[in-house]
């Protein structure tokens, strides 16, 4: 098992930026591909950006370019800095994990990752 919490969630201007850390225990982080999703009001979650075990990093277009995606593996904690934030990033941001044995996949789709956060506000004003 591995549990995940995120944190770094809050409310910011349009523009604005915002840095959400998810801290993972109970198995060897270094093990897992780890990945941002997010889900807005009405929608269905979507793939925000995941970084490989080996620090390989994919992104959505939608926010390719302003955010970045990061891992500590000494913290086990993985990161995403968001910047130029817009209102449509308004969103529940979720924390994943998957297991590979690859150092540079890392999965898109969400089917494919085993353990998830409980989820962070994030809320951008216009």
């Known amino acids: 098992q591995v549990q995940l919490v995120e944190s770094g969630g809050g409310l910011v201007q349009a523009g604005g930026s915002l840095r959400l850390s998810c801290a993972a225990s109970?198995?060897?982080?270094?093990?897992?591909?780890m990945g941002w999703f997010r889900q807005a009001p009405g929608k269905e979650r979507e793939f925000v950006a995941t970084?490989?075990?080996?620090?390989?990093?994919y992104y959505a277009d939608s926010v390719k370019g302003r955010f970045t995606i990061s891992r500590d593996n000494a913290k086990n904690t993985v990161y995403l800095q968001m910047n130029r934030l817009k209102p449509e990033d308004t969103a529940v941001y979720y924390c994943?994990?998957?297991?590979?044995?690859?150092?540079?996949?890392?999965?898109?789709?969400?089917?494919?990752?085993?353990?998830w956060g409980q989820g962070t506000q994030v809320t951008v004003s216009s």
């Open positions: 970084v490989s075990r080996g620090a390989r990093t």
């Open positions: 994943a994990a998957h297991t590979t044995d690859t150092y540079y996949y890392a999965a898109y789709n969400e089917q494919l990752y085993d353990y």
């Open positions: 109970g198995r060897t982080f270094s093990n897992y591909a």
